[in-house]
Nanobody, 117 residues
Framework: QVQLVESGGGLVQAGGSLRLSCAAS????????MGWFRQAPGKEREFVAV???????SYADSVKGRFTISRDNAKNTLYLQMNSLKSEDTAVYYC???????????WGPGTQVTVSS
């Protein structure tokens, strides 16, 4: 059974940092696109960052220069390093995996990130 499980969320002050992890099990995703999405209260889920199977990365304009996506294939784990956090980054963060961005097949349950101003 394929599972994605996020961790690392929490409460942080504005300007602080968090690192989210997404542990995958049930299969390897070395050749898959893996991405991060987020959903704030009352808003639609939005794209944050993706690391494609070929290693290329893309980011939403709102997080460029502050967030970094990376992947450890040996650990089958995806990361999102979030620096200079702002209150508008408050959301539930989800990781996802799929054969190609933006077609995602697998989703994690999400982890809450709250940034206090």
């Amino acid at each position: 059974q394929v599972q994605l499980v996020e961790s690392g969320g929490g409460l942080v002050q504005a300007g602080g940092s968090l690192r989210l992890s997404c542990a995958a099990s049930g299969r390897t995703f070395n050749d898959y696109a893996m991405g991060w999405f987020r959903q704030a209260p009352g808003k639609e889920r939005e794209f944050v960052a993706v690391r494609r199977g070929n290693g290329a990365t893309s980011y939403a304009d709102s997080v460029k220069g502050r967030f970094t996506i990376s992947r450890d294939n040996a650990k089958n784990t995806l990361y999102l390093q979030m620096n200079s956090l702002k209150s508008e980054d408050t959301a539930v963060y989800y990781c996802a995996a799929g054969p190609v961005h933006p077609r995602y097949t697998y989703w994690g349950p999400g982890t809450q990130v709250t940034v206090s101003s």
